[in-house]
């Protein structure tokens, strides 16, 4: 799937190509929410008043419908399975207002709903026959780029009310009435209570094209995030989500090779193994190969706005390992891995060697960087291309903390220091690629130093540092920064850059403004 950013223009990306997809080892194409049968249904047959004729809804109706019908076909041309995601509840407005819906449709349990939902079902279909099946989610609703229709869902977490009927319904629509799949994301829902979990799977009786969907990791995908505890549980067969451009590590800009820590286990996570858990998903397609449904991935996109890149080497290896293991668990991720070194990039001895401990490296360089082996930092200090304020340990024990994670900082730099030196040594047959590997670590690179000096800046504040001390700080601060702009104009190839500002979705304080309160500390008494 590429996830396009809401309310901006699409991606210009090769995985909006089936032919591409199947050429890297995917069976199936999932189109993002924007592109999902559900916004093209034109509702003639059943009401006409819904989207007029002549009129500016069932103009963009209609468009959006022949572009569907382009997309299906080319995926059929290439022999790639078609698949769309979905928002539930999601309806026409016009429907809504007039039949008086906007109270009740968001519960599935509500007649009318039920029935209008049923008829939503049977018109894609209908009007979308090559559609081998739906992605759906009830964690959100996107309408961004939807401004003809209306979603809402009710009791997203309660199993009985919202969960288990809705599934159920469309179970029966899908799978049993049509003979296709129903993939049901539990994200947002029911993806980190065990027991809800398990209280679904019990409440919806199994069918062959019914598949759950759950994250590799509980919540987002923030590296550190606990191993998700749903993961080779219930009676259903699972289809495991994997981020390839990570949208709170980069999303592409630098290194970060997450498909090992994925596939094997990530270090974090080992202690898992100790009790007897999964703790891995190369460990549940072994244990679990009737459960395991395979690997869908978030090939590129997720998040909010930028870093925006102009190349996407390191996406692409992430996909290709995730999607060639996929097809045989029992391979060794390392196996997978050589076989891109070798096939695709033409790499061989010392210059493959090179680039896996680059590509290893940097899984603990982007995870060291803006988060802790040792402490649970809160990873939405940072998020997509923005900065906020890191918030550390309190306690007793808090200065000893600290300072296992500023040493930790230092660790990352070091890491990121080391894959820059390798990008350089490494023989890229093809130039191009060469020039955008040493441009995307040096990124990095740079990177992370303006991270260690943001940790640097909050533990100093903490602990009420002296003025001098501050202003040292300050003055480190702002040369990382003015090196990091430099970028564009050192390495042209280089993504976009990060700003010097918080998230406008929070948590507060951004750089913005919590820099200039240090600044007005470090004024000399």
Known sequence: MVHHNPGEPPYETKYESPGVIRAMGFGGKVYHLFDSPMLAVNWEAVDPDIFPKDSDARAWVDAKAARIDAQHAACAAAGVGIYAMSDLVLFPRRLVEKYNLGREMGNPLNPSTAHFLRLLVAQMFDRFPLLDGLVVRIGETYLHDAPWHVGKIENRNDWRATIAPLMRLMREELCVKRGRHLIFRAWLSFDTDLETY???????????????????????????????????????RQLIEVQCAREYEGKGAYPNYIARGVIEGFAEHRRLAERGALWSIGEFARARPDLFAGVWTWSRGGGWQGPYIKNEFWCDLNAWVMARWAADPAQPEEAVFARHAADVLGLRGADAARFRRLCLLSSDAAFLGRRSACCDIDPWWSRDEFFGKPVLPDGADCGEKTGRILSE?????????????????????????????????????????????????????????????????????????????????????????????????????????????????????
């Open 198 to 236: 398990r209280a679904v799977s019990d409440a919806v009786e199994p069918h062959p094209l019914l598949t759950i969907s759950v994250k590799h990791c509980e919540g987002d995908f923030h590296r550190g995030n606990p191993f998700s505890k749903v993961i080779g549980e219930g009676r259903h």
């Open 409 to 525: 900082k230092d660790e990352a730099v070091a890491m990121w220091e080391e894959i820059a030196a390798l990008s350089a040594q490494i023989g890229f047959p093809d130039g191009e690629t060469k020039v955008h590997v040493v441009a995307s670590c040096e990124y990095g690179l740079r990177l992370c130093r303006i991270m260690r000096a943001i940790f640097r800046l909050a533990a100093a504040e903490s602990r009420d540092a002296r003025p001098g001390e501050l202003r040292a700080l300050l003055g480190d601060y702002d040369e990382v920064w003015r090196s990091y702009r430099r970028l564009p104009e050192d390495h042209p190839s280089c993504a976009t850059l990060y700003k010097e500002r918080g998230s406008p979705w929070g948590p507060p304080p951004g750089v913005e403004a919590w820099i200039p309160r240090l600044r007005e500390k470090a004024v000399p008494f």
